[in-house]
């Protein structure tokens, strides 16, 4: 068994917290309590029906604007899987927040009207999802039973949406007619496609292939913490701990520290106290290294042949996330890992419009939810792998040293 | 399968064990709360995968309301001895005493919304500006929407409007001098998460987990425990039940669950077939309105 976070993108309008709502409610992880809370507040309780839209808003303030603000996660499982849904908002002014739960999605749902078929909305969810590089895309068109179930609606969608993805680069994609609110093709295959010959959603989801999303190649490790007993018995005992980012790790391995170069070899290597041979990527671990280097927070371990970027400047597609707009010449402190730097933003090479692709050339500034490219200078050279290339050595965040507050979400590249 | 393939308990345990690690990186003074539930004794758990062979950089504080199930403490003492850790416990009744506060009356009487009190100064005596949690989003709708580190101002409050993005696994901890920061470690996991975590790692659990006799009465279709604080009146029907605790919080406000499992393969069959959450189940405090818990979050609770 292992762990599928997914986001589901679309507006309440699309059925998205219904389709969540069915998901959950069909793989019997509403309970009874919950239900009846819902069926209490539920709006259209003169239909019967209980809306399981409700489900999934959890603060006050969504309940009474009916709408998501920020981005809530759900959890399921089936004999198969955990599912881990960040729940995002949709609307242009959530676009943070869209991408915040993006950040650590492996797939996302594109939710399609059947009615609809292929709207700016569509077009902005998808750009945000290739930006982000989520590496599956599941195309769920929706109400299909509000279109009478037909095939050539759903054909219509599927070669839009194909010109989309190929624009933007989507690779793995994944088309399924359902209706969230009836149950069609959520769970089991509904009768009521003949001419689907694929599988339904919760099995798709369930089987979509996970492992090679896993970096293995390019050994990464970013040091936490240093354990230092200071005891009698264990007074030369030095571990940095950390989690492995990516790749696999050694004993005996020939390892280089970033940024000071040092080169050295792994003399050691622990998981939950006990010594193994190797560790590999997402394993939380502790390494001991041959030689007495000054190795401290922030630092990382590479092998020394396979080493990331190193570099005071680099490129990054930011998206925007504060009300004060971020303008050429700005200080942030910006943090990759556990890595933190002090950082100044060069020029802005250009604004994308996520609703056209359009890129505007040299903006002056960017708000709130903006997205652009800009170049970054730190103050000290920082590691990081192009963010194409390896997400979890490419994001970084951008915090305002003044208000504390996260204030972008950065995909690092680099200059060449 | 690949031999490189972390199985899903794994990958909780490791993101966890990142979490702590990264409050000991980023704070001067964290702590962890201890209640003695099984949540808090998995955070224990993973605190020790995370750091041993050293100490724990952070002290384990307890808020007693008073009210605790017996067992529930000396389960903590015994745990405390064990891993040779520091504990520190502040009492609620002090705190009623030293700032006059008025405790609710009758029979449910809880000291639930009192302990925000106790552990405020608490914050404030030891200046502590990380606080580990053992919350899951699981549980209730507004924990659903909290960041894994969560900003609290200075009086302890919670903003879920105005809560920063979190990205990665990248976590934003810097604050301002009084605020401090909730860190939540097992957000992602759920019930059967923990339970099926405790069953492969082998965490002991205090005794009130499993399947034993004991006198209760009837609260709202609930079982609530006789005991020195919920004292029967002349309506209440005591019955001796075979029962066990779903959730181990105040004697006041905890329910029992009517149970035949007696070992934790049993409790993991029966949350699996179970129709009722489980603070549903087993919250009395819960139960006041819609959003009780985003009140109470909103006011320094946890």
Same mark, same amino acid.
């Given at each position: ?416 | ?5 972390? !199985? ?6 490791? &993101?966890? $064990?990142?979490?702590? %690690?990264?409050?000991? +990186? /980023? ?110 989003? !699981? ?6 929407? &909290?960041? $894994?580190?969560?900003? %609290?101002?200075?009086? +302890? /409050? ?124 087993? %919250? ?19």
């Amino acid at each position: 068994m292992d762990i599928l976070r997914f986001i589901t993108a679309g507006s309440v309008d699309d059925g998205k917290s219904t389709l969540i709502g069915r998901l959950l409610y069909d793989s019997k992880s509403i309970l009874i309590d919950q239900l009846e809370a819902i069926e209490k507040q539920s709006k259209n309780r003169d239909s019967g029906e209980i809306d399981l839209a409700l489900l999934t808003d959890g603060l006050r303030a969504e309940r009474e604007q009916g709408i998501t603000i920020d981005v809530a996660y759900k959890y399921f499982s089936t004999p198969k899987r955990k599912f881990i849904i960040a729940d995002a908002p949709g609307h242009i002014q959530y676009t943070r927040n869209m991408v915040t739960g993006a950040s650590n999605a492996a797939l996302a749902i594109i939710l399609i009207d059947a009615r609809n078929g292929v709207v700016e909305q569509t077009r902005r969810h998808s750009a945000i999802v290739s930006l982000l590089h989520i590496p599956h895309v599941v195309v769920a068109v929706n109400k299909m039973d509000l279109v009478q179930n037909s095939p050539d609606v759903f054909n219509n969608i599927l070669i839009d949406y194909e010109k989309v993805a190929r624009n933007l680069g989507l690779k793995d994609v994944k088309y399924i007619p359902i209706s969230a609110i009836n149950g069609d093709n959520i769970v089991e295959k509904s009768p009521n496609f003949p001419w689907y010959s694929g599988v339904p959603l919760l099995q798709y989801l369930e089987e979509v292939e996970l492992e090679s999303d896993v970096n293995l190649t390019d050994p990464r490790f970013s040091v936490q913490y240093v354990i230092r007993p200071q005891t009698e018995d264990l007074h030369d005992y030095r571990g940095y701990a950390g989690k492995v980012i990516s790749g696999i790790y050694r004993k005996g391995d020939r390892v280089a520290i970033l940024p000071s170069g040092l080169e050295t070899t792994l003399s050691r290597i622990e998981i939950g106290g006990q010594e193994v041979e190797e560790a590999f990527a997402q394993q939380s671990v502790v390494l001991h290294l041959e030689d007495d280097i000054d190795v401290s927070r922030g630092d990382m371990i590479v092998k020394s042949d396979n080493r990331p970027q190193q570099s005071q400047e680099c490129k990054a597609v930011i998206c925007w996330m504060d009300s004060k707009p971020l303008k050429p010449g700005n200080k942030y402190l910006l943090q990759i890992n556990s890595t933190r730097v002090k950082s100044v933003i060069r020029e802005i090479h250009y604004r994308l419009d996520v609703n056209t692709l359009k890129q505007e050339p040299q903006p002056e500034k960017a708000a709130l939810n903006d997205i652009i490219e800009a170049t970054i200078k730190t103050a000290t050279p920082i590691a990081f792998d192009d963010y194409d290339h390896l997400r979890q050595n490419g994001g970084a965040i951008l915090i305002d040293e003044t208000s504390n507050v996260t204030v972008g979400a950065c995909m690092l590249q680099g200059l060449n | 399968m690949s031999k490189y393939h972390l !199985d899903y308990l794994a990958q909780l345990e490791s &993101e966890a $064990i990142h979490i702590m %690690r990264e409050v000991a +990186g /980023q704070f001067e003074r964290p702590a962890l709360l201890f209640s003695g539930g099984k949540d808090s004794i998995s955070l224990v758990h993973l605190a020790l995968k995370a750091f041993r062979p050293g100490k724990f950089p952070f002290p384990l504080v307890h808020i007693d309301t008073g009210h605790n199930f017996p067992e529930a403490l000396q389960f903590r003492d015994k745990l405390v001895e064990q891993i040779g850790e520091k504990l520190i416990v502040r009492k609620v009744e002090d705190t009623i005493r030293e700032k006059n506060l008025t405790e609710q009356k009758g029979k449910f009487a809880s000291r639930n919304a009192l302990q925000t009190y106790t552990l405020l100064d608490l914050i404030e005596e030891f200046k502590f500006d990380a606080l580990i949690g053992g919350a899951r989003r !699981d549980e209730e709708k507004a924990r659903a929407k &909290e960041r $894994i580190f969560s900003v %609290r101002d200075e009086f +302890g /409050q919670w903003d879920p409007k105005l809560q920063r993005p979190e990205l990665w696994n990248i976590y934003n901890g810097r604050i301002h001098k009084g605020e401090n920061v909730r860190a939540f470690p097992i957000s992602n996991w759920t019930e059967l998460d923990i339970w099926n975590y405790i069953k492969s790692e082998k965490i002991a659990l205090p005794s009130i987990y499993f399947a034993h006799e004991r006198e209760v009465i009837r609260h709202e279709g609930q079982l609530v425990a006789v005991s020195e604080f919920i004292i029967p009146d002349s309506n209440d029907v005591v019955e001796r039940r075979r029962v066990r605790y779903r959730t181990v919080g105040d004697m006041t406000c905890t329910a029992a669950v009517e149970s035949s499992a007696y070992s934790i393969e049993d409790i993991i069959s029966e949350i699996i077939a179970t129709k009722t959450s489980e603070r549903g189940e087993t %919250r009395i405090d819960d139960k006041v309105s819609e959003a009780a818990m985003e009140d109470r979050k909103k006011t320094g609770y946890f």
